[in-house]
C-alpha cells in the first residue's frame, strides 16, 4: 500500500480510507492524552486541525467506515481553541519534591541555613494535602472576580474566567471588610471521586469515552469552549496560594489561609498548623493512611514555611519556591509485560534504550512506554524482551521499571545488546570510555539529530516560535526545507513551495497561505531574541534554563561571550577560568560549552544567525539604579546576617554577578569571619574589599 497520510482524501481507496481512519484514531486519541492528562502538548493546534480535518473528510466520504472510537464522535475532545491569552501577574509555580523523611530535614535545613537561623529556632510549617487538580490562577479586583486561567506555561495562562464562574466554590464575589484592593487567588480545581464515577456512568451509558481518571476529567471540563458543558461537571475548587496582591495580608500563611475562608473560599479542611517538621511528618503518616477514604485525590502533602517574612525572603529558585516542597506518597506500581526494548536518538545523538510494555494503568494513566535509561541499566537489572516486570509512576514523574520478577521469564530470553550503529542513519555509534551514553557520530547528517536540534530550537524556553512544533519540523526537515536554524529565517523566501496550490498540484498538503502565513509572522517576531533564550537555542549540552541565564548575566551579550569562549576553546586559561568561576556552571559543563566553541560547525551556524538575527544585550532593566548591577562580586568568610545562598540570590536580584573565586575583574570581595586566602588575594590585587555591614549599607539593607 501506498504512504497513505500523504495521498489525498478523494484518492484513497476503501481498503487505504479504512486504514488511515484508524491511524488518525490513534494519533488524534495520543495528542488528546497528551493535551489533556499531560497538558504538554506535542504538535501545534494547526497540526492537530489538520488530523482532525482530514479525518472528517474521509468520513464524510466513506460514511460506513466511521469507527466506534472516531474522534468525531467524541464531545468535548477538541482541544481549547479561541481561549484568550492571560499574563499572570506574578508566575505561577511549581514546588520541588521530597520523597524521604531525610528529603523533608533537608528542606528544612536548608531553610535555616538560608535564613541563618540558630539550630534550635523551630520552623513552624504549615501542612496540607497535594491535590491532584489543575491549577488556576483567580483574579478579585475590589472584592469582584474578574478573570480566571489556566496555569499555562506559568507566566501565561488561558483565560477561563467564564467556566471557572460556574464553579460554585469560586466566590463570584469577596465577604468581609478586609478584602485586598487586588488579589490573584490561587488553588486547585478538581473532581471528587464520587461525582467522576457518577460522570463517567452516564459517558458510558450515552455511549461517550470514559475519562480515564478525575484529573483527567477536571482538564477537559476546564477548557470547554462552552461554558455550559463546564457546568454540567461537578467541579470543586481549594484555595492554597496567592499571586500578586495589592492591599494588606496577616504576618503568616496560616492566617491568610483562615482569612481566605472567611472571604468566602473552601480550604482544604485537613490543613494544620505544625510547630515543627516533626509535626509535620506525622500528619503526612495520618494524610496516607486517609488518603484512600478521601473524596478526591491526593498525591502528597505540601509544606509551606509560615512565616511570611521568611516566605519573602526565602524566594524562589528557577521554578520553584525555596519556602514550600512537596513530599510525594510513594509511587504506584503495577506489573506488566515488558513485550520488547527499542533504542531512541536523541538530540545530542545519545542513544537511549526504551521498554515497550504492554499497556497498563498505573498512577492513573495508561502507560505503554518507559525510558531505560542507558545499556549500563539495562545491564544491571537485567531486562530481557519477553520479562515480566515491576513498572511505577509517581505523581507527576516518567514512569519507569523497577525490576524483573524472575520467575516469570520466558525460556530463551536473551540479554539485551545495545546496537553498535544508530538506529536512524546507521552510523557507527560509540561509547567514550567513562560515559554512561552510547552516541550516534552521525552529527547533524543524522536526521534525528537534527531534527531534535530544530525542535529544541524551536520551543518554547528558546526561540518559542508558535506554529513552529514537532511535526512541521518534521515535515519541513523531510522535504528538505530546514537542514539548520538558519533555515528557519529564510522559509519566506520558499512560499511558492510550501503553500499548496491545488491547481498546479504544488506545495504540501495542509498549508494553505493563511497557515504559512502566520508561521512566517511567528519566525518574524521572534528575529530580536534575548540572550538566555539564544544560548538555551543552542542545544549545549547541560546547558539548560538556568545555566543560560548564568551564563547571559555574566557575559551580558553574545558578542562577548562568544568571544570569551573561541578563547578559552583555543586555550586561554583566563577565559576558562572566567567562566569556571561563575557560581553554577562546574567542570563537566565547562567542558561541554568550550566543547562546543571548539566545533567549527558550530562557529558557522552562529555565523549565519548573526545575519538572520539581533541577539539582545542581557536586560538589567529590572534594576537599573542598582548600584551592583553588572559588577562581579565573591562572598567570603562566615556572613554574619545571612546564609551563602540568600547573599547570592540578593546580589544577583540587583544584577550582579557573583563568582566563587577573585581576579582582576572582580569588583567587590564581600569579607565575612574567619575570611582565609580570597580576602590576602583581594588585598594584593587591589580588589575593594567590604565588611558585611558595608555590603548591606551599599545595596541599601
Ligand atoms: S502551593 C508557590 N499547595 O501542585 C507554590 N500547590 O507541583 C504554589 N498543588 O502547580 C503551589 N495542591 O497545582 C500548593 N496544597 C497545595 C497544592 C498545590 C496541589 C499543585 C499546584 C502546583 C503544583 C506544584
Redesign the pocket.
Known sequence: MREQSHVPVEQLTEKEAASELARLAKEIAHHDRLYYQKDAPQISDAAYDALRQRNQAIERRFPELIREDSPSRRVGAAPAQGFAKVNHLRP????GNAFSTEDVAEFVASVRRFLKLPADTSVALTA????????ANLRYEDGVFVQGAT?GDGAVGEDITANLRTIPDVPHRLRGKDVPELIEM?G?VYLPRSLFAKLNAEREKAGEPIFANPRNAAAGSVRQLDPAITRSRPLRF?A??WGEVRGRLPDTHWETVQRFAHWGFKT?PLAKLCRDEGEALKLYARMAEQRAQLDYDIDGV?Y?VNRLDWQERLGFVSR??RW?V?HKFPAEQAITRLEDIGVSVGRTGALTPYAILTAVTVGGVVVSRATLHNEDEVARKDFRAGDTVVIQRAG?VIPQLVRVIPEKRPKGAKPFVMPDKCPVCGSLAVREEGQAVRRCTGGLTCPTQAVERLIHFCSRGALDIEGMGEETVQEFHEKGFLAGPVDIFRLHRRRHEIVRDEKKDTGLRGWGELRFGNLVRAIEARRRVALPRFILALGIPQVGEATARLLARNYGSLEAWRAAMERAAKGDEEAVAELDNIEGVGPSMVTDIVGFFAERHNLKVLDELAKEIEVEEFAQAAVSGSPVAGKTVVFTGTLETMGRAEAKARAEQLGAKVAGSVSKKTDYVVIGADAGSKATKARALGVATLTEEEWLKLVGG
Open positions: 505561577m509555580l511549581s514546588l496540607e494535602p497535594k491535590i491532584d487538580g489543575l491549577s496555569r490561587r486547585e481549594f492554597y496560594a482544604n505540601v509551606k520553584a519556591p514550600a512537596a507527576d
